[in-house]
């Protein structure tokens, strides 16, 4: 499927807020003391290592909200790979302007370019099989919708958004309930017609129970290799399997070959390290 970029009205808000937190009360001293008012420069988004890129719509908002004199020109498409040393992206326009936005324009590049990379590090790593790599609800606060765009750039798909798209059970709403076909039966009274419905397994006890329930999907947690398969022989494809819990790239190809649908991945969004994205000024 195409990438499909965010809407600009979705992502405005996140580089004002992070251009606003740079320029403080002051704006940027150093620029304003240093640089000639009116100087022109041209300046090179360059790669330091090789990875994926996202955030390119967002580098150049950030440019452009600072001086719409600026000009950001990509050489290469969110969702591509980009050589240790590649050109990203070229940058004209007033000297001061780009100073003053380049900071925040290279820290969403670079977070969400890391991601990006991630993501698509472990999806080769589960290629082969029909399981599908996906993130989770551990992003970082007010960054969400972006960071899984990044995801998806690198690959990947999504889980939920937030807690109003689908009903998720955990093991501690099982534990309220009192069961799992508790949880399951008030779950299934209370949603929509559209809303699907994902229990968390512990054990296999606990799937007998859930596929009995008509559960949609089944989270099955922290389980090892040989459990997993027996969970997904279990299920037959009466449900999605999801697989979770401390998930490495080098612990995914024999997740993925037991036959789950789906592995999902916190540290994606939570702590996959930053591409090293600079700019570089010519002369």
Not at 23 to 28: E, F, K, P, S, V
Not at 63 to 83: C, H, R, S, W, Y
Not at 222 to 235: E, H, P, T
Request: proline fraction near 3%; include cysteine.
């Amino acid at each position: 499927m195409p990438l499909v970029p965010l809407a600009r009205i979705m992502v405005e808000p996140l580089v004002r807020a992070a251009l606003l937190e740079d320029l403080g009360r002051a704006g940027d001293l150093t620029t304003d003391a240093i640089v000639p008012a009116g100087l022109a420069a041209r300046a090179t988004m360059v790669a330091r290592e090789a990875g994926v890129v996202a955030g390119l719509e967002l580098a150049k908002l950030a440019f452009a909200l600072i001086d719409p004199n600026i000009a950001m020109q990509v050489e290469i498409d969110d969702g591509a790979t980009v050589t240790m040393g590649g050109v990203i992206a070229r940058v004209t326009g007033p000297a001061r302007g780009i100073l003053m936005a380049e900071r925040t324009a290279l820290n969403f590049l670079g977070h969400l370019s890391g991601i990006a990379s991630a993501t698509a590090s472990i999806v080769a790593a589960a290629r082969g099989t029909k399981a599908k790599i996906t993130c989770t609800r551990k992003t970082t606060p007010g960054l969400r919708a972006v960071e899984k765009y990044a995801v998806r750039a690198g690959g990947g798909d999504n889980h939920r958004f937030g807690l109003d798209d689908a009903i998720l059970i955990k093991d501690n709403h099982i534990a309220i309930a009192g069961g799992i076909a508790q949880a399951l039966r008030r779950a299934r009274a209370a949603a929509g017609h559209l809303v699907k419905i994902e229990v968390e397994i512990d054990n296999l006890d606990q799937l007998k129970e859930a596929l009995g329930e008509g559960a949609d999907a089944v989270l099955l947690d922290n389980m090892s290799l040989d459990r997993l398969a027996k969970a997904v022989a279990m299920v037959e494809g009466r449900a999605t399997t999801e697989a979770s819990g401390r998930v490495t790239l080098e612990s995914a190809p024999a997740i993925a070959a037991t036959g789950v649908d789906l592995i999902s991945v916190g540290w994606l969004t939570h702590s996959a390290a930053v591409l090293d994205i600079g700019l570089d000024f010519e002369a």
